[in-house]
């Protein structure tokens, strides 16, 4: 410092400057490591693929629900076809206001759905006015939905590529992410049409699953012609399902009459009433919507068997067709006495046999009376001896050249001694279906309650079902070729399904079965696998 410096006055601004002069300057702390990772921090790899799939699962959802729904004339309907995501694949067809149709037409996480929106009057009144038209709705049919299904298949590509990007550009903000996301949803879309055409199966419209009126089943379903084809099976019943719904539209008011087929004779097999009076209205129902030929049941129509509950056994003789009646567990000697020689009526017990619409039927009646378990039940050794009867009669049959077509029982157990001289067998007892082929060659039929359960069913938290089957037997042969189970809501319920089902020998290409061997054969004394279920109710 010189002379003059130091001779003038230190104030405190010079005194603050040599202060910041000769004080260390403060150095910068490094960032922390922790604070350094959570800025470089970065989602897994594998929740970000998780993330992306997700949104593209969502955004190609919505994107089917607002743009894939493709509109095409179908001979003279106009229906609306839309592919939804699904768990099991199918297809159905909504009928409305008759029900739908459902089809295992194939597996995969699409189902395709098609609603009958309206029925063009011109187009309909046309075939109506000229039917022979309907011999060329086939190929008019199959252009339709060929065409349809391409409109449908490229409208939904585009809908869930803009959905997928769409919704990922809303979450993600990012355009490569959009555009990754609409091509995962195109692959996706690509890889479940895919497996759709690998497990497509024509013969899907032979075995429909119809829900709705059961006025409307048998117009809708169809009746057993040609319910063996083996070609074109898919085109001709896609146009019979046209030919159906166009003339049930064309009813409006009245439903036309169920037309059966001439060439089968109809079963209807009901079994477990137990004293439900409403069961007597629904079989008088089925026998006039399908023209029953015959009807079956298995027993336990009463619940008690006493003489007081004869008189609920009246309607049997007004029901518009033969009832044959084999005795339940439920049923007392009483009731079968109270039955035998009322009009259209056919009791059977110990191995008879009888003939009805040209089918041979022998039965049995249930050895046990077990209507409440103040009655210590003779368990299964009671119920193969009582069958054995019935193996006897069948033998004799057979023997004498007169084979008989369907054998009868209560309890399953008995039924199943039928293997082997009868190629169909039909049982009741579990108040629930089997279907099931012995190990001989017969087919037992075992058939849910047609009484919802019975008065008893009041007691559950929710009705059982009724239950009942139409089985369609060639005229000539008298061998089983198709069958409707039919299934109704139960007490307060009205919805009803009907489903149609092919023997494995029918299906289309199949080759039939060998019947079963015409010499005496030991009877089985094997019980089929019912489970828990198989015990006296």
């Known amino acids: 410092m010189d002379r003059a410096a130091r001779s003038r006055p230190m104030t405190a601004e010079h005194l603050l400057d040599a202060v910041r002069a000769h004080a260390p300057r403060a150095r910068k702390a490094p960032p922390s490591p922790l604070m350094a990772d959570v800025g470089r921090r970065q989602p897994h790899p594998c929740a970000r693929a998780l993330g992306l799939i997700a949104v593209t699962v969502l955004g190609a959802w919505l994107g089917l629900l607002v743009l894939g729904t493709a509109h095409t004339p179908v001979g003279p309907m106009d229906t609306s076809m839309t592919l939804r995501p699904s768990l099991t694949g199918g297809t159905r067809i909504d009928v409305a206001p008759l029900g739908d149709l459902e089809l295992n037409s194939h597996y995969a996480p699409l189902r395709l759905d098609v609603d009958v929106d309206r029925l063009d009057p011109v187009r309909a009144q046309a075939l109506v006015d000229h039917p022979e038209r309907f011999a060329g709705l086939q190929a008019e ?11 449908l298949a490229l409208r939904s590509c585009a809908a869930v590529a803009c959905g997928a990007a769409a919704l990922s550009l809303a979450v993600h903000r990012r355009p490569r992410r959009a555009l990754a996301a609409g091509g995962l949803a195109l692959t996706l879309l690509a890889a479940s049409a895919g497996a759709a055409y690998a497990t497509w199966n024509p013969q899907s419209v032979l075995e429909p699953k119809f829900s709705g009126l059961l006025s409307s089943a048998p117009s809708v379903v169809g009746n057993a012609r040609n319910i063996v084809s083996e070609f074109d099976v898919y085109q001709k019943e896609l146009a019979r399902l046209v030919t159906n719904v166009t003339k049930l539209y064309d009813a409006t008011s009245t439903l036309p009459a169920y037309q059966p087929d001439p060439s089968t004779i109809r079963v209807l097999h009901v079994s477990d009433i137990h004293l439900n009076p409403g069961s007597w209205r629904i079989i008088a129902s089925l026998v006039e919507q399908y023209r029953i030929n015959v009807i079956i049941d298995t027993g336990d129509t009463m619940d008690h068997g006493s003489a007081a509950e004869n008189h609920f056994l009246d309607p049997v003789s007004t029901l518009g067709a033969p009832y044959v009646w084999v005795r339940g567990n439920h049923d007392s000697r009483t009731t079968q006495k109270y039955l035998t020689g009322r009009k259209h009526v056919i009791v059977l017990d110990n191995g008879k046999v009888t003939q009805v619409a040209g089918v041979r039927i022998a039965g049995v009646g249930d050895p ?7 009655v210590v039940a003779a368990g299964e050794p009671a119920e193969r001896t009582a069958g054995g009867r019935l193996a006897d009669s069948l033998r004799t049959q057979r023997l004498a050249d007169t084979p008989v077509d369907i054998a009868l029982a209560h309890n399953p157990t008995a039924a199943t001694e039928a293997d082997g001289l009868a190629p169909l067998a039909l049982a009741g007892h579990l108040h629930h279906r089997v279907n099931t082929t012995l190990p001989q060659g017969t087919r037992l039929m075992v058939e849910g309650s047609t009484g919802g359960g019975g008065l008893r069913a009041v ?21 089983l070729q198709a069958w409707d189970e039919i299934t109704l809501g139960g007490l307060g319920l009205s919805r009803a399904e009907v489903s149609r ?10 080759t039939p079965s ?4 015409s010499g005496p054969s030991v009877p089985s004394t094997r019980s089929p696998s019912h489970g828990p279920g198989n015990r006296p109710r």
């Open 514 to 517: 060998p019947s079963p061997s």
């Open 368 to 374: 046990q009376f077990t209507p409440d378990r103040s």
């Open 459 to 479: 007691q559950n938290k929710k009705p059982a079902p009724v239950q009942a089957s139409v089985l369609y037997l060639d005229r000539t042969t008298k061998r």
């Open 501 to 510: 089902h092919l023997p494995r020998e029918n299906q289309p290409g199949a």
């Open 141 to 151: 049919v199959t252009h339709d939905v060929t065409r349809g299904a391409i409109g």
